[in-house]
């Protein structure tokens, strides 16, 4: 085990925030950045060092988490003006939470390997909620042989770790699971809704459909009917969770990477086109389950 030395967090949005303080619940003193300055105050509570970009907190830190909204964000923070490789130490260990193009992962891993550092990608399953609670899943592209050091800081904010092979692979595991949810999250909403104009209770047919071939995750442990269980956003008017505009994000990544690859994926471009739809019609900040609420919006159609 390497000593509790400092470790950089760049990014304390609703995702990185309670990651960053499982870190401190581990003993880990961290040095933090966020381009919004509002955001890293229940740190500076904590006793932990801000700086004022991420430049400044390579220069303090020789590990660094990143979780930020999108490609375009990462390059910023790695490659800006006062990015990270501005002022990164050599031997380094980067690793970056956010979920963007694996083809940008391979560029940034790239460009830190020219200054010396190591960039490993590591996007993450579960939530806000498994954010708080600290079981998030991490998928781990990079170097093998640094995939231990990795693992250290990674299993104070999550109960799986899992090496996935090369940089990019970690984000290649996250955009193909979040492309077949997005499509099973379609399918049980349509079922349900489907059911539902049929006469049929949705509370039994949700019972039905879980104790059956039908049953997948959004069925029986994220139903996006209200109503029909308790603790997830369809219970709560479709607030938290994972928002539809994220959702979107990710679909729109999972296209790229289809094309890229020449990988047809007919039911990913539908549902891709689905979360654009819901973005545009004011659902941006509900979460992704809203989808039910959508399409019997949409029963005109």
């Not at 489907?194 to 049953?215: C, F, Q, T, V, Y």
Request: with cysteine; aromatic share 6%; glycine share 10%.
């Amino acid at each position: 085990m390497a000593s509790k030395t400092p470790v950089g967090f760049i990014g304390l949005g609703n995702m990185g925030n309670p990651m960053a303080k499982n870190l401190v619940k581990h003993g880990y003193p961290v040095i933090v950045y966020d381009v919004f300055p509002e955001a890293c105050k229940d740190f500076q509570d904590l006793g932990a060092q801000v700086t004022e970009s991420p430049a400044d907190v390579a220069e303090r830190a020789d590990r660094i988490i990143t979780m930020l909204p999108s490609s375009p964000h990462a390059k910023e923070v790695y490659t800006g003006a006062n990015g990270i490789l501005k002022k990164v130490k050599k031997g380094s260990l980067l690793i970056d939470s956010s979920t963007i193009d694996p083809v940008v992962s391979k560029e940034l891993a790239k460009a830190a390997e020219n200054t010396g550092a190591v960039f490993m990608d590591a996007p993450v399953s579960g939530g806000v909620g498994a954010a708080l609670a600290g079981n998030l899943t991490f998928m781990v592209g990079g170097v093998e042989q640094e995939f231990n050091a990795a693992k250290e800081l990674l299993t104070c904010m999550g109960s799986n770790v899992i090496y996935c092979g090369e940089v990019g692979t970690g984000q290649a595991a996250k955009i193909c699971n979040n492309m077949l949810l997005a499509i099973s999250m379609i399918g049980t909403a349509e079922a349900m809704n489907l059911g539902i104009r049929l006469g049929l209770d949705p509370k039994l047919l949700a019972k039905i459909l879980n104790m059956s071939s039908g049953r997948c995750w959004s069925s029986d442990t994220y139903n996006p009917v209200p109503g029909v269980m308790e603790g997830v956003p369809s219970a709560n008017n479709y607030q938290g969770g994972f928002g539809t505009t994220l959702m979107a994000k990710d679909l729109g990544l999972a296209q790229i990477s289809a094309t890229n690859t020449k990988t047809p994926v007919p039911l990913g471009s539908q549902a891709h086109q689905i979360y654009r739809m819901m973005c545009a019609k004011g659902y941006a900040l509900k979460d992704f389950s809203a989808v039910f609420q959508f399409l019997r919006e949409e029963e005109s159609l």
